[in-house]
């Protein structure tokens, strides 16, 4: 099993940057694909990036792709997502996920609590 807790979320204007860190308890963190999702209120729960094990092979929704970076640190346990250029449409809570890889939220199946992302225009 592995638990996640995500960190780095806050309030940016459009046009800034956040890094997003999730953090994995457990000796298998290395053993699972990583997903960033994200979810506004009143939609469903998007796909924004996810990583393989080894972190080699990185897939990115189009929405965000060219302006957000997933990478990972297995010998820290630790995942981020480096977004630059944000947009109001960023707004969301933002979950990382651990499974396997792939763009579809079943494909997790643990995930950590959220960090509030918040873009003004």
């Known amino acids: 099993q592995v638990q996640l807790v995500e960190s780095g979320g806050g309030a940016v204007q459009a046009g800034g940057s956040l890094r997003l860190s999730c953090d994995a308890s457990g000796r298998m963190f290395s053993s699972y694909a990583m997903g960033w999702f994200r979810q506004a209120p009143g939609k469903d729960r998007d796909f924004v990036a996810t990583?393989?094990?080894?972190?080699?092979?990185?897939y990115y929704a189009d929405s965000v792709k060219g302006r957000f970076t997933i990478s990972r640190d297995n010998a820290q346990n630790t995942m981020y997502l480096q977004m630059n250029m944000l947009k109001p449409e960023a707004t969301a809570v933002y979950y990382c996920?651990?499974?396997?890889?792939?763009?579809?939220?079943?494909?997790?199946?643990?995930w950590g609590q959220g960090t509030q992302v918040t873009v003004s225009s």
């Open positions: 996920a651990a499974g396997r890889y792939g763009t579809e939220w079943s494909n997790y199946g643990y």
């Open positions: 990583i393989s094990r080894t972190g080699d092979i990185t």
